[in-house]
């Protein structure tokens, strides 16, 4: 069978981070990495959770349901910190931090949460993170702010059309350099008869004047830049630690209001992942992203979105456990009590986890991973489960 997909971003986002879709994390409850979770899932304990953790979805209110039944799998997956939390206003900008000027877009949206925030480090010669799209009155309010000031660098976290499409007007405008870790690109190269299906979401124009590879640093009038490879998002998704602030600008790598999103072939969770783990090494205690408050307790919290994505993997293992199944069959599974709107995002962001476990060699599947195939653990036959 065929299964046919179709995405906007805005369904992407509300799949990616949304924490009232349960999608019970097994290793949470059993405190065992997902390759021993198979071997424990027929057990008593686990059978009467997973049996609370089906009423518990079943309630209108499932997380204060959870609170009061002390359902083991439901308070683990509602577990990460998320802070909503937003106090920026399109056309004024506000000091977040020591020599951090923030301006956000008037971009609202399920993708975007309250807009793209515009940062501006330093003062007098100044550099630009992420102009934000092609929007005239952000740009107009973005260039207010630095009125008086120069503009020396531009730098771009990726090449998502709500971060880089500004930068033409504004390098027209102040002359500034433009850095980052390269044009846009796919995570992967397509597979036989796969279409790029994010291309509308990417600023395929974008080309920086200096491009930056992992550790180089950029130093400006006050301030030291260094780069951080992050892929995951996008294949070029590139992190600005700001040495003088000890602070980490995240992009939408780390974002404190939501997960990120996953999507093949834009982004892979192998390079996702990696990237987390490479950033929950580093001591910034505070991350600026591209949407939404800071990241307060850096550290900490990477370790909760990590948590949160081998969840998700437990889960999709355990339905394996049972048998061969395609991701229609893993996202009904997985994403217990989902929206029916929403199938499509899951699908992709169980194809992101499905592609991750066939590199590590824990599942199979005939053929490149796709959206149409069939999946089962490594060491088993391809045999359909109930």
Known sequence: MVFAISVSLTV???????????????????????HRILLRAAAPGFRRARESHTKCIGAKRPRALAAQSKCAICLRMSDVPFDKSFDLVPGHAKQVAPGVRALVANNPGPFTYKGTVSYIIGSGKVAIL?????????????????????????????????????????????????FAEGPHRLARPLHIGETRRLDASADMDFAPDVKLADGDVVSGDGWTMEAVTTAGHTANHMAYAFKEADLLFAG???MAWSTTIVAPPDGAMTDYMASLQKLARRSEPIYLPGHGAPVRDAQRYVQFLIKHRQGREASILHRLGKGAADIPTIVKAVYIGLDPRLVGAAALSTLAHMEDLVARGIIATDGPPSIEGTYRLADRPLRSGG
């Open 12 to 34: 992407l986002n509300e799949i990616a981070g949304a924490p009232e879709i349960p999608a019970p994390g097994l290793h949470y409850y059993f405190k065992q990495p997902p």
């Open 130 to 178: 992420d102009p934000g799209p092609d929007d005239d009155a952000h740009i107009g309010a973005l260039l207010d702010a630095v009125r008086g000031e120069t503009v020396t660098h531009i730098f771009v976290t990726h090449t998502h059309r709500d971060h880089s499409p500004a930068v033409p007007k504004v390098k027209t405008a102040t002359g500034a350099k433009v």
């Open 252 to 254: 939408d790598h780390v």
